[in-house]
């Protein structure tokens, strides 16, 4: 048995509980903090890491089983106390918590049945041994947890990363004060910024450009090869994925990666996938007018669920985009690859492959979808591989949540 087994991180239930921004990837490549979830792991256990994900995702993203395995759902958000705990467990135990299977250590052929039966880990309880922990988890699974939960992982990644290094030097051009720390990586340029950090940790990855006259309130995360453009106005927390562009006002959202919103317009308790862009002048409510809790579109529940929040904005999945002067509801839930535009509020569910707004919508034909991706995700140098096409393909002909 190797010190180390192999890591799987599992997608359970919640996978669908998740949509949209699951229809393109596992759960754990979610972003919330500053890194992936599947990213915080590496970080903790230096292992191989692989998914356990539904059968149209797996090409892209392969489960990978030694004869040693510890098995962990994917919606964990880890530390290093729960690292070490999941790290300890013998084969055929279980780490429970309020009867939920966190991890599980199993060999090669348990683990084989298990993808090939595709088995609820809850299946095990009655031939494995539980150890139960005595404190809660941090989890997700709805697409609010991200935005929710954001200040507090961008905390826990911020001392994750930086731990035992120094930032680089800012200019003295820059206004920086507040309790928590700024980090800085190698080749960022920022001048004459104003930064606040008496709410939580700045965090600015490689090759970050934080341009003239942006105000930034902590937490706030921006990953490698971002840009902060003019005069923006960031309340935290707040994080942008590699290769964002981010302006105007933002309150409490997350960019997954490669995404825009670049221009002036209001984004607040928002989730946003890859390859999104938001057009200039782009808004959403995040707070209904009544100031009740906000209900979004569920869709394992096919129907709209109350979150309990009484601010939550746009939920948006990967590749799709909004025109000049796109106004969203609260709590509005955009699917892929839909294209939105004109005047007036669309409505609060926008299926997969849309095309339209307020007026109504059409199918967004594959082909064009496609043509489009792969214009945009050229311009970043990035290529639509054919796995990229299989996934979109495939969710264009199931397209069961229309």
Not at 45 to 53: A, D, F, P, R
Not at 229 to 243: C, E, L, Q, V
Not at 309 to 329: A, E, P, R
Not at 380 to 397: A, S
């Given at each position: 048995?190797?010190?180390?087994?192999?890591?799987?991180?599992?997608?359970?239930?919640?996978?669908?509980?998740?949509?949209?921004?699951?229809?393109?990837?596992?759960?754990?490549?979610?972003?919330?903090?500053?890194?992936?979830?599947?990213?915080?792991?590496?970080?903790?256990?230096?292992?191989?890491?692989?998914?356990?994900?539904?059968?149209?995702?797996?090409?892209?993203?392969?489960?990978?089983?030694?004869?040693?395995?510890?098995?962990?759902?994917?919606?964990?958000?880890?530390?290093?106390?729960?690292?070490?705990?999941?790290?300890?467990?013998?084969?055929?135990?279980?780490?429970?918590?309020?009867d939920m299977v966190i991890a599980v250590r199993m060999?090669?052929?348990?683990?084989?049945?298990?993808?090939?039966?595709?088995?609820?880990?809850?299946?095990?309880?009655?031939?494995?041994?539980?150890?139960?922990?005595?404190?809660?988890?941090?989890?997700?699974?709805?697409?609010?947890?991200?935005?929710?939960?954001?200040?507090?992982?961008?905390?826990?990644?911020?001392?994750?990363?930086?731990?035992?290094?120094?930032?680089?030097?800012?200019?003295?051009?820059?206004?920086?004060?507040?309790?928590?720390?700024?980090?800085?990586?190698?080749?960022?340029?920022?001048?004459?910024?104003?930064?606040?950090?008496?709410?939580?940790?700045?965090?600015?990855?490689?090759?970050?450009?934080?341009?003239?006259?942006?105000?930034?309130?902590?937490?706030?995360?921006?990953?490698?090869?971002?840009?902060?453009?003019?005069?923006?106005?960031?309340?935290?927390?707040?994080?942008?994925?590699?290769?964002?562009?981010?302006?105007?006002?933002?309150?409490?959202?997350?960019?997954?990666?490669?995404?825009?919103?670049?221009?002036?317009?209001?984004?607040?308790?928002?989730?946003?996938?890859?390859?999104?862009?938001?057009?200039?002048?782009?808004?959403?409510?995040?707070?209904?007018?009544?100031?009740?809790?906000?209900?979004?579109?569920?869709?394992?529940?096919?129907?709209?669920?109350?979150?309990?929040?009484?601010?939550?904005?746009?939920?948006?999945?990967?590749?799709?985009?909004?025109?000049?002067?796109?106004?969203?509801?609260?709590?509005?839930?955009?699917?892929?690859?839909?294209?939105?535009?004109?005047?007036?509020?669309?409505?609060?569910y926008i299926p997969s492959f849309s095309w339209g707004?307020?007026?109504?919508?059409?199918?967004?034909?594959?082909?064009?979808?496609?043509?489009?991706?792969?214009?945009?995700?050229?311009?970043?140098?990035?290529?639509?591989?054919?796995?990229?096409?299989?996934?979109?393909?495939?969710?264009?002909?199931?397209?069961?949540?229309?």
């Open positions: 048995m190797s010190a180390i087994p192999a890591i799987i991180l599992y997608d359970d239930a919640r996978w669908e509980n998740l949509l949209p921004l699951t229809f393109t990837r596992p759960v754990s490549e979610l972003r919330i903090g500053i890194l992936t979830i599947r990213e915080k792991w590496e970080h903790l256990i230096s292992s191989k890491i692989s998914n356990l994900t539904k059968p149209y995702l797996s090409e892209k993203y392969p489960v990978s089983i030694s004869e040693d395995n510890l098995v962990i759902n994917s919606g964990v958000l880890p530390d290093k106390s729960l690292a070490q705990q999941i790290l300890g467990l013998q084969t055929n135990q279980y780490l429970c918590c309020n060999g090669k052929s348990d683990a084989e049945n298990t993808i090939k039966h595709n088995r609820d880990l809850s299946g095990i309880k009655a031939r494995y041994t539980p150890v139960f922990l005595s404190d809660d988890v941090r989890m997700i699974s709805r697409p609010y947890h991200i935005f929710s939960m954001n200040g507090k992982e961008i905390e826990n990644d911020f001392a994750l990363i930086t731990h035992g290094r120094a930032s680089q030097p800012y200019s003295h051009t820059n206004q920086v004060f507040g309790k928590y720390p700024l980090f800085l990586e190698e080749g960022v340029y920022m001048e004459c910024c104003t930064i606040n950090t008496n709410e939580g940790p700045v965090y600015l990855g490689r090759n970050v450009q934080i341009m003239e006259g942006s105000m930034i309130r902590g937490g706030f995360a921006a990953c490698e090869g971002s840009i902060v453009k003019m005069g923006a106005k960031i309340y935290g927390p707040t994080t942008i994925g590699p290769n964002c562009r981010l302006g105007g006002e933002v309150n409490n959202s997350v960019l997954f990666a490669n995404s825009n919103k670049g221009h002036d317009g209001f984004l607040g308790n928002s989730v946003i996938g890859e390859w999104c862009n938001l057009g200039a002048d782009t808004n959403n409510s995040n707070l209904k007018n009544n100031y009740l809790p906000v209900k979004i579109w569920s869709y394992p529940d096919a129907g709209f669920k109350d979150t309990g929040l009484q601010f939550c904005g746009l939920i948006m999945g990967d590749h799709s985009k909004s025109g000049i002067n796109t106004m969203f509801n609260t709590g509005t839930v955009v699917g892929v690859a839909s294209n939105i535009f004109g005047d007036g509020f669309p409505r609060t707004g307020a007026a109504g919508f059409i199918t967004h034909q594959l082909k064009k979808a496609l043509e489009t991706a792969e214009i945009v995700m050229g311009r970043r140098q990035v290529q639509l591989t054919d796995l990229d096409r299989k996934i979109m393909e495939y969710l264009f002909e199931q397209r069961v949540e229309m």
